[in-house]
């Protein structure tokens, strides 16, 4: 059986924030690679300093992702071994990172995760919301239609729901959250790990109250919708409790018995009748 000479790809998960908050295994992997393919080559080469590590970087980053995967995966297919870091956390979480190793399995090229620092990780464990079961939605889409969608999901969930978010548009995600999560508890996790660590905690309209010009990297942690899970048990609920659920939610009448029939699988007529 002929050996695979091909390399290996080490994604490596850096500090996000402590610089301490690296493991022994990505340092000494950093150490023994060919290469590294940074998001940002010049935040990198701070980590690598600090290190102590002199090693070849390439940029890798989403603007440049396709074309420089080819680079790779010629340097790969060289026997290189390489390491693929972002500016901070787990490369391949709202970081690049996700065609390379694709391509990768592809070839059958082998693939070594280096665990470490993950910013929406750490904001769940400390956060006091249900950690059994999440949604990880990354950053909202800033096309209308699309972030109206991802509302309504996160409007419906039973799960917790985790949320990235830049500084300059916390105020307006903010606002979308008010007028669909009611009293719904958040937490908001902002520069992990970092000197001026904050978690803000409350509903959506008392954490718009408290935040004003910051800044750094923010995760937002969502509560579950705990009435959807009184929806699912439709069983256990007569008519007119299903109703007064959604009377409560501010909706009219016409649309609770839409809302109705579609839950229990029975038609729209019937239901008016029931409440006529």
Same mark, same amino acid.
């Given at each position: 059986?002929?050996?695979?000479?091909?390399?290996?790809? $080490?994604?490596?998960?850096?500090?996000?924030?402590?610089?301490?908050?690296?493991?022994?295994?990505?340092?000494?992997?950093?150490?023994?690679?060919?290469?590294?393919?940074?998001?940002?080559?010049?935040?990198?080469?701070?980590?690598? !300093?600090?290190?102590?590590?002199?090693?070849?970087?390439?940029?890798?980053?989403?603007?440049?992702?396709?074309? %420089?995967? *080819?680079?790779?995966?010629?340097?790969?297919?060289?026997?290189?071994?390489?390491?693929?870091? @972002?500016?901070?956390?787990?490369?391949?979480?709202?970081?690049?990172?996700?065609?390379?190793?694709?391509?990768?399995?592809?070839?059958?090229?082998?693939? /070594?995760?280096?665990?470490?620092?993950?910013?929406?990780?750490?904001?769940?464990?400390? @956060?006091?919301?249900?950690?059994k079961e999440f949604n990880f939605f990354g950053f909202l889409p800033l096309n209308k239609k699309l972030r109206? *969608?991802?509302?309504?999901?996160?409007?419906?969930?039973?799960?917790?729901?985790?949320?990235?978010?830049?500084?300059?548009?916390?105020?307006?995600?903010? %606002?979308?959250?008010?007028?669909?999560?009611?009293?719904?508890?958040?937490?908001?996790?902002? *520069?992990?790990?970092?000197?001026?660590?904050?978690?803000?905690?409350?509903? @959506?309209?008392? /954490?718009?109250?408290?935040?004003?010009?910051?800044?750094?990297?923010?995760?937002?942690?969502?509560?579950?919708?705990?009435?959807?899970?009184?929806?699912?048990?439709?069983? !256990?609920?007569?008519?007119?409790?299903? $109703?007064?659920?959604?009377?409560?939610?501010?909706?009219?009448?016409?649309? /609770?018995?839409?809302? /109705?029939?579609?839950?229990?699988?029975? @038609?729209?007529?019937?239901? $008016?009748?029931?409440?006529?």
């Amino acid at each position: 059986m002929e050996e695979n000479k091909n390399g290996k790809l $080490y994604v490596v998960a850096t500090p996000i924030g402590n610089l301490e908050d690296i493991t022994l295994r990505a340092i000494r992997t950093l150490k023994e690679v060919d290469l590294i393919a940074a998001e940002d080559t010049r935040h990198t080469l701070k980590l690598l !300093n600090h290190l102590e590590i002199a090693k070849p970087l390439i940029s890798y980053h989403r603007h440049n992702e396709e074309i %420089k995967t *080819e680079t790779l995966m010629d340097k790969l297919l060289e026997g290189k071994n390489i390491a693929l870091v @972002s500016d901070a956390g787990t490369p391949g979480i709202c970081d690049p990172g996700e065609v390379i190793i694709k391509k990768c399995i592809e070839e059958n090229i082998q693939v /070594i995760p280096i665990p470490g620092a993950c910013a929406m990780i750490n904001a769940l464990i400390i @956060s006091g919301i249900d950690t059994k079961e999440f949604n990880f939605f990354g950053f909202l889409p800033l096309n209308k239609k699309l972030r109206k *969608e991802k509302l309504e999901e996160i409007r419906i969930s039973k799960k917790t729901i985790i949320l990235y978010e830049a500084p300059h548009k916390l105020t307006t995600t903010l %606002k979308d959250l008010v007028e669909i999560l009611e009293d719904r508890q958040v937490v908001l996790a902002r *520069e992990l790990t970092k000197i001026h660590e904050e978690f803000i905690r409350g509903n @959506s309209k008392e /954490i718009m109250n408290q935040v004003e010009n910051v800044k750094g990297e923010m995760v937002l942690i969502i509560e579950g919708n705990k009435k959807m899970e009184m929806k699912n048990n439709f069983d !256990n609920m007569s008519l007119e409790e299903h $109703y007064k659920l959604y009377e409560e939610e501010g909706m009219e009448k016409k649309e /609770i018995i839409k809302r /109705i029939a579609k839950d229990r699988g029975l @038609s729209k007529n019937e239901i $008016y009748q029931r409440f006529i």
